[in-house]
């Protein structure tokens, strides 16, 4: 684990103020919780068994702060599966995210204000992936709740002033298969003050070949905030950021499989 200072952070979602002086507070959470595993025998009566495998696994866990001439962050990406605790804080603001070192325990959050110079951000993001060896004639499941909050205390504030998603991606590693993804976010539109997102997903992949193939699970939970005077995006900006806090770790680790 490394504690940091940086000065640039790639963030989700831009936010504008009307004004140098304005300093409107936001909220921001996100998480994944009661993901669970399961395994389906797509041919129970030819006397093999069905099943799958955990490979290597990565874990990122991070949350960063810019606010005017302050920098602070913390990253860890541990080696072995424990919980980790990432926090970045200016005055009584702050970026959370944590894992608590089980696959798809995952959360983050932000709390911020006073954000009133170009390139003021804050950001957290609690993101894994894991390869998977899948039994021949096996059908793999995972499922879970994806939960993604925002609250604004100006809600007549002129664009979404932050972005929260959570959800999970599955692919095919070795095997030309289209992906899965479950799970969503949420953007304020103007005029409102708060937005909440949560449902279930359940993602299942089929190996109805008769070898084992892989695949690659995906998790994230992410927060985030920008303050950017220069640009005001179009709706459909937002929506392809929204939608990129779903695959944050899968994008990176995985694109291959995704094309």
Known sequence: ???????????STVLFAASAGAAVRT????????????VTDL???????AGYQFGPRDTT???????AEFYDGFEAAPYFPVPVNAQARFSDYTAHANTSGALGSLSSSIDVGA????????QAEASQWVSILLKAHSEFT?????????WTENPDYPVLPAVAGAGATLSYV??????????GNVQLQAGQSQA???????LTATNDFDYDIELRLSLGASTSAYYDISAVPEPGTWAMLGAGLLVLAGRRRFGRSAA
């Open 1 to 11: 684990m490394k504690r940091y200072l940086t000065t640039a952070i790639v963030a």
């Open 196 to 202: 909440h997102y949560g449902e279930s997903f359940s």
């Open 27 to 38: 909220t921001a959470s996100a998480a994944l919780t009661n993901v669970q595993f399961s």
């Open 174 to 183: 070795s095997v030309d298969k289209p992906w899965l993804r479950g799970g």
């Open 43 to 49: 041919t129970p009566d030819d006397g093999i068994a």
């Open 61 to 67: 866990v991070k949350a960063s702060m810019t606010i």
């Open 142 to 150: 995972v499922s879970g709740y994806a939960e993604a909050a925002l």
């Open 115 to 122: 954000m009133r110079w170009q390139g003021d951000n804050a």
